[in-house]
Every structure is written in structure tokens, then in C-alpha cells.
């Protein structure tokens, strides 16, 4: 009798922060079901950005290769080789559920190698385009990003909304609830749910936008413009920040009924269960909103979305309950999924994490590194911590002791140059060795400019 096949369900939370997580220690913000789940699972302290934002970061996840030294935002690529293909072409059954549009279209392709199944009406998915329906913008429209088009767009297609059941995040859970259902005896299935929450806008229903802002009367400023945080005042951002956490404190209770239903259906006991984000999101640390670009001075890949919270569950049990600490990326998936699944995949970037979640190594690289397409390249070591500008860009390199200073507040690019200069030279080795540009030799600018 031949073996039954493994199986594997990734499960990703746009834009889901490290610290605003139970499980990784947040006191105020509840997460019973993922922290029920972590408890079961390996969870993985060192989890670090590679390329930026969102579909860069699956690129790399798709392909098992870095992304950001060479090419930007855009669709998977024709002869990119990706898991989802190679799983396919093996006999397992691929399947993608989602309301992230961007990954489906003319930005993404990205269903490649899946059966998908997509949710429509996302953020400014041109889902509904009755011009009659009427907008009323929950904040004065300054204060939101592109408010007469996206925003505009998500009122519209959103309109019709009746209860909790009918937001995207519960509406996609669902989705995969049904399809395991159907296609629990399947000999072997990959399946993909990719969420776009708790990615903006943030218009959790009741309970979850009073939650922990109880008592707001001001407004609701539920996708707010990337960029300085001084352009929204105190109240403001405070419930941005609530709003925020109420749609995480949505998204793990349908996350947690999706996770239920796969040990109801006994799929647990040989299914691999990771439950991860692609990047987080800045509430006016360093003085920044959003995921800002570079044209401000002080917009580097700081931790608020650089450090992922990511939970991988393994079905004999290793590494349950497991913090581990050492340093992972997103590419390192690719070549996770493929070693669970026994198959073999082009040689690249990815390192297989179940070693380390078996408990066979302690570490798989020495560095992390991670940055978007022309702008700083950013490597650490776990204790030390660099951005690398390039030598056009007006603003400096910075370096952070971040085993003492965790926020990244003191820069000691003028105090340890023996620090700065062997990541650099880390830095340097790095993109040689995986074809990359070089790293230029610059002179350095005043912060201020």
C-alpha cells in the first residue's frame, strides 16, 4: 500500500505586526485562538523581512530567491519557478483562497500554479462601480491615502455589508473552511489562504472598533496617508491604533475557526500549518505612518516592519511549544514546503526551517538581510544592525546595537565604526554571492537634508 501523501496550509495575515500579538507579549490586544495555536507550534522569535512590502515579500516566498537587490513591486514572471508549480507537477491538489486582488491580476499573477478562488472588493479592487451608491468617508479625506480613489472604491464595493460574516476576513476563513470540507480525503494538498487583513482600511465591525478605544467620539481615520505621523494629531492615531487591533482581534477569531476545523476534520496529525505575515506596520514610531517611502530622511525598514511574528505547527509534534530564536525569512519558506512535501526544487536562497523546528540545528544563516528595490540594503547579525543607503541617496547610513536597544533609537554610526564596517563588509560578500549589485562606496549628508 503506498503512503499517503503530506500536506501543507499556509495561512498569511497581511500586515500583521510582531508586538501587537499575544504571543509575542502584547498585554492589551487579544489573540486567544493564535496564541492557543503557538503554544501548540514553533514560534519564531527572529522572524525578518526580506523583500518589501507585500508582493515583493511573496515573490521571494513563491521562488525561494531574494528579490529586492533586483527587481521591485510586479508580477511572478513567466520562467520563475515556483512551489505551487512544482507541487503540482508532483500529484498534490494546489489550491489559493484570497481578497487580496493585487495578487490575481495585472500587479501579480501569482496564482500560478493553483486552482484559486478569489474574493472580490478588497480595498480599490474596481469591483462595484454603481456611481450612485453614495460616500461618506469616515474622517475628513486629507487625512486618508488616495481618499476619492481607493478609499472611495472600498466604501463603494462595501456598501452592502450586513453583519460580521460578510467582512473579508471571515469571509475568506469560510472560504477555506469549505474547501477543506470538501477535499478533506484528498492524497495530498497544498493550500494557501492569504488574507488581507489586518491590512488597511480598519472598519472592524461591532465589537471589535470599540474594543480599545471604548468611548471614541472623534474620527475614524481607517487608512491613513503614508508618511509623517505629525500630520494626524494624538486622538487620532490612537485609534488607528485601536482600529487596528480590533481588526487583528477579528482575524484571529475566524483564523482560530479555521484552525479548529482542520483538527475536526483529523487533518492535523499530517498537515504542516504555518500561520505567518509578510510585514508590519508603523503607528509614529521614528516618527513615521504606514510603510513610508523613501523620500523621507528617516524612512528605513525599522523593526515596527521588519519583525514578523510566525507560527510553523508540525503534525509529529516537534518543536511544540518552541520559542526559537534564531534568524529566518520569508524565502526560507519556499524551501520549507517543498522539504515537508518531499519534493526537490532549484537550488537558491531558501533554507529549510524544519531542522530547526526538529530540534537537528540551532541556526540556518548568521545574517539576515532585507530592504525594497533601490533603496537601502539593511542586514543584521542579531546583535548588531545596519541600513546601507546607495550612494545617490541624500541621507546616511545608520547602525543600532540592537541587543541593548531593541527600538532602534540610538544610532551609533559615529561611535563603532569597527561594528559598521564588518556589516558592510557582511553586506558586501552577500550580494556578490548572489549576483547582486554592489554596494558603492558613499560620502555622507547631514541628517537634515
Keep these: ?74 508580477p511572478l514572471d513567466r520562467d520563475d519557478v515556483i512551489f505551487s508549480e512544482i507541487a503540482r507537477d508532483a500529484g498534490y491538489t494546489t489550491m489559493f483562497i484570497t481578497d487580496n486582488y493585487l495578487l490575481c491580476y495585472d500587479d501579480g499573477n501569482y496564482q500560478r500554479g493553483f486552482c484559486w478562488d478569489l474574493i472580490r472588493g478588497q480595498e480599490h479592487d474596481d469591483w462595484i ?20 480613489g481607493r478609499v472611495a472604491q472600498y466604501l463603494r464595493n462595501t456598501a452592502a455589508r450586513l453583519g460580521e460574516e460578510d467582512y473579508f476576513a471571515p469571509q475568506v476563513m469560510r472560504r477555506a473552511i469549505a474547501w477543506l470540507e470538501r477535499n478533506r480525503t484528498l492524497d495530498g494538498f497544498l493550500l494557501w489562504v492569504d488574507c488581507f487583513d489586518p491590512h488597511e482600511p480598519w472598519d472592524p465591525p461591532y465589537p471589535y472598533d470599540e474594543m480599545y478605544n471604548p468611548g471614541h467620539e472623534g474620527e475614524h481615520v481607517i487608512y491613513p496617508a503614508y508618511g509623517l505621523a505629525n500630520r494626524l494629531g494624538r486622538e487620532d ?3 488607528c491604533r485601536a482600529l487596528y487591533a480590533g481588526e487583528i482581534t477579528m482575524v484571529d477569531r475566524w483564523v482560530g475557526r479555521l484552525l479548529e476545523k482542520v483538527a475536526d476534520l483529523g487533518l492535523m496529525s499530517n498537515t504542516l500549518v504555518a500561520v505567518i505575515t509578510d510585514h508590519g506596520y508603523m503607528f509614529g514610531e521614528h516618527g513615521l505612518l504606514g510603510k513610508p517611502w523613501a523620500r523621507l530622511a528617516e524612512a528605513n525598514l525599522y523593526r515596527e516592519v521588519a519583525h514578523l ?4 505547527y508540525h503534525p509529529e509534534g516537534a518543536g511544540a511549544g518552541v520559542r526559537c530564536d534564531a534568524l529566518i525569512q520569508p524565502v526560507d ?21 524544519l531542522p530547526l523546528i526538529e ?29 546601507f543607503w546607495p550612494e545617490e541617496a541624500p541621507y546616511r547610513d545608520r547602525l543600532y546595537h540592537i541587543a541593548t536597544d531593541l527600538a532602534e533609537s540610538s544610532d551609533l554610526f559615529d561611535t563603532d565604526p569597527v561594528a559598521l564596517a564588518h556589516l558592510r563588509s557582511v553586506a558586501e560578500a552577500w550580494l556578490r554571492a548572489i549576483g547582486g549589485p554592489a554596494l558603492k562606496h558613499r560620502s555622507y549628508v547631514p541628517d537634515h537634508v
Excluded: Q
Aim: glycine letters at 8%.
Design 1 to 74: 500500500m503506498t503512503a499517503r501523501r503530506r500536506n501543507a496550509l499556509v495561512v498569511l495575515l497581511d500586515s500583521l505586526r510582531y508586538d501587537f500579538t499575544g504571543f509575542n507579549g502584547n498585554p492589551w490586544i487579544r489573540t486567544p485562538h493564535l496564541d492557543a495555536f503557538a503554544r501548540r507550534a514553533t514560534v519564531f522569535d527572529r522572524a525578518i523581512v526580506g523583500s518589501y512590502p507585500c508582493l515583493p515579500c511573496r515573490r521571494e516566498m513563491w521562488t525561494g530567491r531574494y528579490e529586492f537587490p533586483f527587481r521591485g513591486w510586479g
Design 129 to 148: 462601480t454603481d456611481p450612485t451608491i453614495p460616500i461618506a468617508f469616515p474622517c475628513r479625506p486629507d487625512k486618508l491615502r488616495d481618499p476619492y
Design 237 to 239: 492615531l490612537a485609534e
Design 309 to 312: 511574528p510566525w507560527i510553523i
Design 333 to 353: 519558506l519556499f524551501a520549507t514546503l517543498l522539504a515537508w512535501l518531499r519534493l526537490s526544487g532549484p537550488p537558491g536562497h531558501s533554507k529549510n526551517l
Design 359 to 387: 530540534g537537528r540545528t540551532r541556526r540556518i544563516r548568521e545574517h539576515a538581510f532585507w530592504g525594497r528595490f533601490g533603496e537601502a540594503i539593511n542586514v543584521t547579525d542579531g546583535e548588531w544592525e545596519a541600513f
